[in-house]
């Protein structure tokens, strides 16, 4: 109990000396290609954190790929390659020295599927904290897992059955299950790629909710294809299309006052 | 708007009644009809080939695993035998082991049969018996040393020719000098059944003990010890180096040429016939590094070469299949790529690389030309206890056994055969249970 306060109390002191006027994470001039594609061109964005930010697009705008880049995941894909800089707490992530294992467990991912591993509960939750040694012994790793079932929602509901397969459990509480594997690292920010895509309506309810929550320790890039959920839970909308950030800004402002024509069109419905 | 686009749909629909289309739902069905029964012919052709084989191999081998027996009174002459009051059961043995049994066995039938008397018709009055014979005596008496001095009936095993006629598998109706046994040892023989003596046993020998020049007791023993340490070598060496380059090549080898050609070099690999691979292990392991011949170590390393490619196309394939978003979680979380790999992707494709290696090994257990190659072709007697010994193996032995001209050997052929196919049947078995057991669902 001692151990886990002591996590919390880390936690929560990071937060505490975040500057909240500093952005969290700069992205500058940032383009991806894949081969000869240009998917992204020359990106600047900015992520506060304690804020959700959406970014939408119709498909195949590059806002996937640019949420892939701020934690390197476009790493695992032979052919893609990304230029520019994207400042993490003034530190550039693609810089050769920064060790990218290190980086991914401070900017946690929440996937489009639900992926939980094939195994039980308690080890989806335990794995991440197992292999970066977060867990001194059993019961911390214990509190650790309960803390973040708890943070997402899902302690109630599973917490007679830990020993049971991630597998078993629905699409949303899948979904949860992997949010709770995501923060049971602490991470600094966490990325979303439309974690509501494969769920349905109640399930997609509670993550928004859990979101809202989560918002307030985290800052969290969400990508969504769904207009009405972005302008619900986030603070900062990014509009993408054919590869360019065509307009950023205050969710409100973005929803009621675009200025670009091309965001006017997407958000009422009128293409994409 | 809803009027107009009914109205189209009306006017551009197909009339399904037509006497066109009935027509054309007709040949569709015929079509179908006319597939479904080539598919069932062809299947059906397939199955009545594997029945036709089966039967003709049980049939012929079912009686392999019997034997014939012929209950002898066998006078235990104290003078054969000696004196063997103060000796210890080891001492025992080998006296036992030194004694002329087979005065023993001449003498009993002399007294059974007393007007033969030519040194040819006593001859072959013994060759009814198996040479096994002197050991059924033998093990007889050290059962029980109280016998020695009396007369006591013992089941003796019959030799291969009276196992055969009993079987049915000499025909009496042959003219004499056509077969193999002699119309006076059928009417010795037909005196024994006549008092009841001879009965079929089930032949545990078959199961215990090595190859032998005389069908009734040979054994498939020291052929299944080799195979068995043959293939321990071969699982030895290939699993690792298999499931190794496997990982390696799906998971980190950059793609580019070079792993290109060697993915296509591995894919010949394993359509290349097996004795090339012998006449490999030939030059490499026997004739360059001077490993013994004939041994399951160079035969094992010889499989092996020829399993690898298997091995590694299999596990290939289980290690593709898992899907890339589990892979995704894990590095999602920091896990080094390393830790992703042996973490979440080798357990959860080991059922499929493990069920490709068996059939590997299945397919390493059945091969025989390359073991030709490397000298494991030899008569071997003996079981061999250790990889360097010399050692034959169970395909190979039904290869020896179906080059032999006796006439007993063509049962031992099919019951080896057999053998072979239960091990075969085993291995595959295996495989399917490991695979439905250890399946996943994501």
């Not at chain 1, 050769?96 to 094939?118: E, H, S, T, W």
């Not at chain 2, 080898?253 to 394993?270: C, F, G, Q, Y």
């Not at chain 2, 034959?392 to 055969?417: C, M, N």
Request: aromatic content about 6%; proline content about 4%.
């Amino acid at each position: 109990m001692v151990n886990k306060m002591n996590i919390l109390n880390v936690s929560e002191g990071n937060t505490a000396s975040v500057d909240l006027t500093e952005p969290k994470i700069k992205a500058k001039k940032v383009n991806v290609y894949y081969g000869d594609n240009h998917a992204l061109k020359d990106i600047d964005l900015n992520i506060n954190p304690n804020e959700v930010t959406a970014l939408i697009g119709p498909s195949g705008c590059g806002k996937s790929t640019f949420l892939r880049c701020l934690n390197r995941m476009n790493d695992t894909i032979d052919t893609c390659r990304v230029e520019g800089n994207i400042f993490l707490d003034n530190q550039n992530i693609n810089d050769k020295k920064i060790d990218v294992v290190q980086l991914r467990a401070r900017i946690g991912m929440v996937f489009q599927k639900p992926n939980p591993f094939p195994k039980s509960i308690y080890d989806n939750i335990a794995y991440g904290p197992r292999i970066h040694g977060i867990a001194n012994n059993k019961s911390e790793l214990d509190d650790i897992v309960h803390s973040s079932l708890k943070k997402a929602g899902l302690w109630n509901e599973v917490h007679d059955r830990l020993d049971a397969s991630g597998t078993s459990l629905s699409g949303g509480q899948q979904q949860r299950l992997c949010i709770a594997r995501t923060i049971a690292i602490e991470p600094e920010v966490i990325l979303m790629d439309e974690p509501c895509s494969a769920l349905d309506p109640i399930a997609t309810a509670i993550i928004e909710e859990l979101i809202e929550d989560l918002k307030n320790r985290y800052a969290i890039v969400i990508v969504t294809h769904s207009m009405q959920q972005a302008a619900r839970i986030s603070q900062k909308t990014a509009f993408f299309h054919l590869g360019k950030l065509m307009e950023v800004g205050d969710t409100a402002t973005i929803f009621t006052n675009p200025t670009h024509e091309k965001t006017k069109d997407y958000i009422t419905g009128r293409y994409g | 708007m809803t009027d107009t686009s009914q109205n189209n749909q009306t006017v551009s629909r197909v009339d399904w009644n037509s006497e066109k289309q009935v027509a054309r739902l007709k040949k569709r069905y015929i079509k179908e009809k006319i597939f479904k029964s080539i598919a069932i012919l062809s299947l059906g052709t397939a199955l009545a080939a594997l029945l036709v084989v089966l039967i003709s191999i049980f049939s012929t081998g079912i009686s392999g695993f019997t034997e014939t027996r012929i209950m002898m009174d066998i006078r235990i002459d104290e003078n054969i035998v000696g004196d063997v009051d103060n000796l210890t059961q080891e001492e025992l043995e080998t006296h036992i082991a030194s004694i002329n049994i087979n005065r023993m066995l001449v003498s009993s039938l002399q007294e059974k049969f007393p007007d033969v008397t030519r040194r040819a018709d006593v001859f072959s009055l013994l060759r009814l018996f198996s040479v096994g014979a002197q050991s059924d005596i033998r093990e007889a008496i050290l059962d029980d040393i109280t016998i020695i001095g009396n007369t006591v009936p013992i089941s003796l095993k019959a030799g291969s020719d009276v196992d055969m006629l009993i079987k049915g598998n000499i025909s009496r109706d042959v003219v004499e000098s056509d077969r193999k046994i002699s119309d006076q040892q059928i009417i010795w023989v037909d005196q024994f059944i006549s008092e009841g003596r001879v009965t079929q046993n089930f032949n545990w020998g078959f199961f215990t003990s090595g190859d032998s020049r005389e069908p009734e007791l040979a054994g498939i023993w020291s052929a299944t010890v080799g195979s068995f340490l043959t293939l321990l070598v071969t699982f030895m060496i290939s699993f690792p180096i298999g499931v190794g380059s496997a990982i390696y090549l799906e998971e980190f080898a950059p793609k580019n040429r070079l792993t290109d050609i060697i993915e296509i070099n591995i894919n010949n690999l394993a359509a290349v016939p097996s004795i090339i691979f012998g006449l490999l292990g030939l030059a490499i392991f026997i004739n360059f590094m001077n490993l013994p011949r004939s041994a399951p170590l160079v035969g094992g390393l010889t499989l092996a070469l020829m399993t690898l490619p298997t091995i590694i196309i299999t596990a290939r394939a289980a290690i593709k299949a898992v899907p890339p978003s589990i892979k995704e979680a894990a590095i999602g979380l920091g896990a080094s790529h390393m830790q992703t790999v042996f973490h979440h992707v080798l357990p959860l494709s080991m059922p499929g690389i493990l069920t490709g290696s068996i059939i590997g090994m299945a397919q390493a257990l059945g091969e025989t030309a390359p073991l030709l190659m490397i000298g494991m072709v030899a008569f071997i007697v003996d079981t061999p206890t250790g990889i360097t010994e010399a050692a034959t193996a169970l395909p190979v032995q039904v290869y020896l056994w179906a080059d032999s001209p006796e006439r007993g050997f063509l049962e031992k052929t099919s019951a080896a055969i057999m053998i072979l196919l239960a091990f075969l049947i085993i291995m595959n078995g295996l495989a399917i249970w490991l695979r439905q057991k250890f399946e996943k669902k994501w």
